[in-house]
Nanobody, 117 residues
Framework: QVQLVESGGGLVQPGGSLRLSCAAS????????MAWYRQAPEKQRELVAT???????FTADSVQGRFTISRTNAKNTVFLQMNSLKPEDTAVYYC???????????WGQGTQVTVSS
């Protein structure tokens, strides 16, 4: 069984930075994709960034140039470095893991990010 635990959310002023972490426990073997999603109030959950088991990354246009996804060498922790934060980045951020051969995706509990002066 895989568990994901996010941390690093909080309140930050516009233009500030935060780094989110997602620690994965359990058996993560083979081909997988780890991702960050976010969901703002009354909006649909949207994909923010992904990183594959091979190290390839993707970042959504809305955060391109401001957010960076990375991981530890042990590949069990994924980070989302968020710079130049804007009020529209306010949302609950969720970590997601899809492993090849596993029926269901895994989700973390979410961490609140609030960008406000």
């Amino acid at each position: 069984q895989v568990q994901l635990v996010e941390s690093g959310g909080g309140l930050v002023q516009p233009g500030g930075s935060l780094r989110l972490s997602c620690a994965a426990s359990g058996s993560i073997i083979g081909i997988y994709v780890m991702a960050w999603y976010r969901q703002a109030p009354e909006k649909q959950r949207e994909l923010v960034a992904t990183i594959t088991s091979a190290g390839s990354t993707f970042t959504a246009d809305s955060v391109q140039g401001r957010f960076t996804i990375s991981r530890t060498n042990a590949k069990n922790t994924v980070f989302l470095q968020m710079n130049s934060l804007k009020p529209e980045d306010t949302a609950v951020y969720y970590c997601n893991l899809v492993i090849e051969g596993h029926r269901n995706a895994y989700w973390g509990q979410g961490t609140q990010v609030t960008v406000s002066s």
